[in-house]
């Protein structure tokens, strides 16, 4: 008798307010299982998609300098997210709140194979977001690709890490003041793609032209690399945008659809602009189309559902094919690899669509308490318009710096002769 009333008065406690004292959060296997996937997929995005891709793109003699920065800068970011880049981004209790995070957590000082960040262990999200600050400084690379002295190339990632992405990762997702506001970036839109691509253009524009540029024509080396590593990017990316669900739920599988639907709609668009007006659809089109399609689906991706993917993919595909006619033709700014018009003005594009497509009208998840689709826009374009400015501004300042100390550029001879051997006294490829 004594159990049953027991047992009755356990159902009544919900009903009339009582309640136990919440149950710890425990290790939840599935979804750090994901995450450590999730992990592997985003720096294989780097190595060896990107490098890959960043490779084919170049002139013969630049390739291995490609292969060699990209390489690097996973090295060095690693040991430098370490130290104190973790901290800086995840950590709290700053010296300015909502702007920086505190050094509590630097060299993983206190994180056991115990310690949980949700449910997941924290070492595994730690390096799920080392992949992040990994490929966003490798991607500028592709602003001022071989020209670049190689030590200047190490001092703009240190610098840059360290000033311009680990306080806008902050910002956004380690709880600062972008977050507080409200501003959606599920995956990266501002952090890596609109960051990177301000970097870039600003590179391109301070680094100076290729030599030749625009008057001689600098076709990719090797268009069976590009396509191997931009197909490398695509199944990368899976891990890019679903993995940052940080769950294995259905959050995760339909930010996966959602971004599958942008990389096809991306392709189809772009391919189709350029087959007629040029009259041909390329190999090249249609990567790039792929690459603009993810990189302006990414910060929408948790947030819609799969027509948005579709749709913020083909505008991608679009409108990032003429943004790259008119920073080459139109401006002749010699950014390399186009990472500006195409990451850039993808990540600008998919950041403020954002605010559009979330909505349960277009099969969205919604808005916070107390937002709508207007006040969501404005909260989208004071997101952006703050990336540009802190990454543009910084970016600007770190490499006139690095340009006084170290010299940014080879001479003009070295650029003539290669990066390869100039810099690495290697070659791409013996044909002997």
């Known amino acids: 008798m004594l159990s049953r009333i027991v047992f009755a008065v356990s159902l009544l406690l919900p009903t009339v307010g009582w309640s136990a ?19 592997a997929l985003v720096l294989f995005m780097t190595l060896p998609g990107l490098a890959l891709f960043y ?20 090295c060095l970011v690693s040991l430098l997210w370490l130290a104190y880049g973790y901290a800086i981004a995840f950590g709290e209790g700053g010296a300015v709140q909502g702007m920086i995070g505190g050094l509590d957590k630097g060299f993983m000082m206190g994180i056991t194979p115990d310690t949980l960040k949700g449910d997941v262990p924290e070492t595994v999200f730690s390096m799920f977001q080392l992949t992040f600050a990994i490929i966003t400084p490798a991607l500028v690379v592709g602003g001022f690709a071989e020209r670049m002295r190689f030590s200047a ?53 301070i680094i100076g032209k290729r030599r030749g540029f625009p008057t001689t024509m600098m076709p990719p080396h090797n268009m069976t690399m590009v396509f191997t590593g931009a197909a490398m990017l695509w199944v990368g990316w899976f891990g890019f945008n679903a993995g940052s669900a940080l769950s294995a739920n259905g959050s995760a599988g339909m930010t996966m659809m959602a971004t599958h639907m942008g990389a096809a709609a991306g392709s189809i668009a772009w391919m ?7 009259g041909k659809p390329s190999v090249l089109g249609i990567v790039t189309g792929m690459v603009a399609g993810l990189g302006t689906v990414t910060p929408a991706s948790g947030y819609i559902g ?16 003429f943004a790259t006619l008119t920073v080459k033709r139109k401006f002749q700014i010699d950014d390399s690899l186009d990472v500006s018009p195409v990451h850039g003005v993808g990540g600008v594009i998919g950041t403020l669509l954002t605010a559009v497509f979330a909505s349960p009208d277009f099969g969205g998840v919604g808005y916070a308490e107390g937002m709508d689709m207007a006040s969501q826009l404005g909260v989208q374009l004071v997101g952006v318009v ?14 006139k710096g690095i340009d006084a100390f170290v010299g940014l550029r080879v001479s003009r001879d070295e650029e003539t002769e290669g990066l390869d051997l100039v810099l690495h006294d290697e070659r791409g490829y013996n044909l002997e």
């Open 21 to 39: 004292e919440a149950a710890p959060v425990t290790l939840n296997l599935a979804n750090t299982a994901w995450l450590l996937t999730a992990t």
């Open 55 to 74: 490779g084919g793109l170049v002139r013969t003699r630049n390739v291995l300098s490609l292969f060699m920065q990209c390489f690097a800068i996973t």
């Open 272 to 278: 189709t602009v350029e087959w007629l007006r040029h």
């Open 386 to 399: 703050a990336t540009l400015l802190w990454s543009g501004v910084l970016t600007v300042a770190i490499l």
């Open 306 to 321: 799969p027509m948005g993917g579709l749709l913020i993919g083909a505008i991608a595909g679009v409108v990032c094919y």
């Open 153 to 205: 190339v190490l001092w703009f990632t240190g610098l840059w890490l360290t000033l311009v992405y680990l306080p806008l990762c902050h910002w956004v997702w380690g709880g600062g003041w972008l977050a507080t506001m409200g501003f959606m970036d599920f995956a990266g839109g501002s952090v890596v793609h609109i960051n990177a691509g301000i970097a870039a253009l600003v590179a391109a524009l």
